[in-house]
């Protein structure tokens, strides 16, 4: 016996990459329903073999289902997360709306999973933003030897983050840069996105940093540890799908770059590929539809005590955002639904 299974908004990026994942991985479904806005009404999604076309998600009932996995933004899912919870169906929401709640569990399944059991309180189940989701994979094996007193990260962070329209403009601009007459100006961007980076994600806080600054430094205590001091730098890159992070890890405990490397090869969801050679180490474009968080470059920090740096790259569309979801609805499953 498997789950009835709902998808709000299932014709955006990471929607469809939640439709894949579920096949991938060879979730129980018994019933699936693909929603999307009125103004995508009818589009055909595929799902495994079958295809599926969308249905109304303002006119859906909840009632009866099981999970619904949300990729619908903050402003719609306000509306429809309580309605779907209401009726006793299980929201894990993509969107930043419910991460800082109390009442709502922020879940990484390899770093926190027994967290999941906090649902119950709201029936939602919130899934982190994609810079912190691939960051804290890394963080939690190392913290758990030697307990992290400070973390210094800057990011890497593809256009795909900005959805369809952030990788149109990657897109059009490109081309257009060889094509002058052709002029395509930042519209999705606050700058040309096209051979370019912008240090700016989200909008400005008072203290100065970005939204996803913030984001990533309020998660990564949720999830890991509120003791943990982090400061970020998010920069939008020209990349189509994979977010990359520069990581400086200062521990309360000494530990060596050999042995660091050793308990990342041993953790879960983590990949590490770490020769130091000529390309011995993992990018973006190698990561796209891998399911891990790729690490390389692990060394030692000779300017602190206690200090390591890394280097981090996932897919933002799958740990970032699809996958993370998909593991919180296994987890979910296997913890407390227990149908599959």
Same mark, same amino acid.
């Given at each position: 016996?498997?789950?009835?299974?709902?998808?709000?908004?299932?014709?955006?990026?990471?929607?469809?990459? #939640?439709?894949?994942?579920?096949?991938?991985?060879?979730? +129980?479904?018994?019933?699936?329903?693909?929603?999307?806005?009125?103004?995508?009404? $009818?589009?055909?999604?595929?799902?495994?073999?079958?295809?599926?076309?969308?249905?109304?998600?303002?006119?859906?009932?909840?009632?009866?289902? =099981?999970?619904?996995?949300?990729?619908?933004?903050?402003?719609?899912?306000?509306?429809?997360?309580?309605?779907?919870?209401?009726?006793?169906?299980?929201?894990? &929401?993509?969107?930043?709306?419910?991460?800082?709640? @109390?009442?709502?569990?922020?879940?990484?399944?390899?770093?926190? !999973?027994?967290?999941?059991?906090?649902?119950?309180?709201?029936?939602?189940?919130?899934? @982190?933003?994609?810079? *912190? !989701?691939? #960051?804290?994979?890394?963080?939690?094996?190392?913290? &758990?030897?030697?307990?992290?007193?400070?973390?210094?990260?800057?990011?890497?962070?593809?256009?795909?983050?900005?959805?369809? =329209?952030? #990788?149109?403009?990657?897109?059009?601009?490109?081309?257009?840069?060889?094509?002058?007459?052709?002029?395509? @100006?930042?519209?999705?961007?606050?700058?040309?996105?096209?051979?370019?980076?912008?240090? /700016?994600?989200?909008?400005? #806080?008072?203290?100065?940093?970005?939204?996803?600054?913030?984001?990533?430094?309020?998660?990564?205590?949720?999830?890991?540890? +509120?003791?943990?001091?982090?400061?970020?730098?998010?920069?939008?890159?020209?990349?189509?799908?994979? /977010?990359?992070?520069?990581?400086?890890?200062?521990?309360?405990?000494?530990? &060596?770059?050999?042995?660091?490397?050793?308990?990342?090869?041993?953790? @879960?969801?983590?990949?590490?590929? &770490?020769?130091?050679?000529?390309?011995?180490?993992?990018? +973006?474009?190698?990561?796209?539809?891998?399911?891990?968080?790729?690490?390389?470059?692990?060394?030692?920090?000779? *300017?602190?005590?206690?200090?390591?740096?890394?280097?981090?790259?996932?897919?933002?569309?799958?740990?970032?955002?699809?996958?993370?979801?998909?593991?919180?609805?296994?987890?979910? $499953?296997?913890?407390?639904?227990?149908?599959?």
């Amino acid at each position: 016996m498997g789950y009835k299974v709902v998808i709000a908004g299932a014709t955006g990026n990471v929607g469809r990459e #939640m439709l894949n994942i579920l096949a991938e991985r060879q979730f +129980p479904v018994d019933e699936i329903a693909v929603l999307a806005s009125r103004k995508s009404l $009818g589009t055909e999604v595929s799902f495994g073999d079958k295809t599926l076309k969308t249905t109304d998600l303002d006119a859906f009932d909840f009632t009866g289902w =099981d999970i619904a996995l949300f990729a619908i933004g903050s402003e719609a899912t306000k509306i429809y997360a309580p309605k779907a919870a209401k009726v006793g169906c299980v929201v894990i &929401d993509n969107s930043s709306l419910y991460r800082y709640d @109390p009442d709502v569990p922020l879940i990484v399944p390899e770093v926190n !999973a027994d967290a999941i059991m906090g649902y119950s309180k709201k029936n939602i189940i919130a899934n @982190p933003n994609c810079s *912190t !989701a691939q #960051m804290v994979v890394a963080l939690k094996p190392l913290h &758990d030897r030697a307990r992290i007193k400070r973390v210094v990260v800057s990011t890497y962070q593809s256009v795909s983050g900005a959805g369809k =329209d952030g #990788m149109d403009e990657l897109w059009n601009q490109t081309k257009s840069i060889y094509n002058p007459v052709d002029d395509k @100006p930042a519209k999705t961007f606050t700058k040309q996105i096209a051979f370019n980076v912008i240090p /700016h994600i989200d909008v400005f #806080m008072d203290s100065g940093e970005t939204k996803e600054e913030w984001k990533m430094v309020a998660e990564t205590k949720k999830i890991v540890d +509120p003791k943990i001091k982090v400061t970020a730098t998010c920069v939008r890159v020209p990349v189509f799908v994979g /977010h990359s992070e520069a990581v400086n890890i200062e521990f309360e405990d000494f530990l &060596d770059e050999d042995e660091a490397r050793e308990i990342l090869r041993e953790a @879960p969801g983590v990949m590490v590929i &770490d020769k130091r050679e000529d390309g011995g180490y993992v990018t +973006p474009i190698e990561c796209v539809g891998d399911f891990a968080t790729f690490i390389s470059r692990v060394r030692q920090d000779s *300017t602190i005590d206690n200090g390591i740096n890394l280097w981090c790259v996932s897919d933002n569309l799958r740990k970032g955002a699809a996958l993370n979801a998909v593991q919180i609805a296994e987890t979910l $499953g296997n913890r407390v639904l227990k149908k599959g």
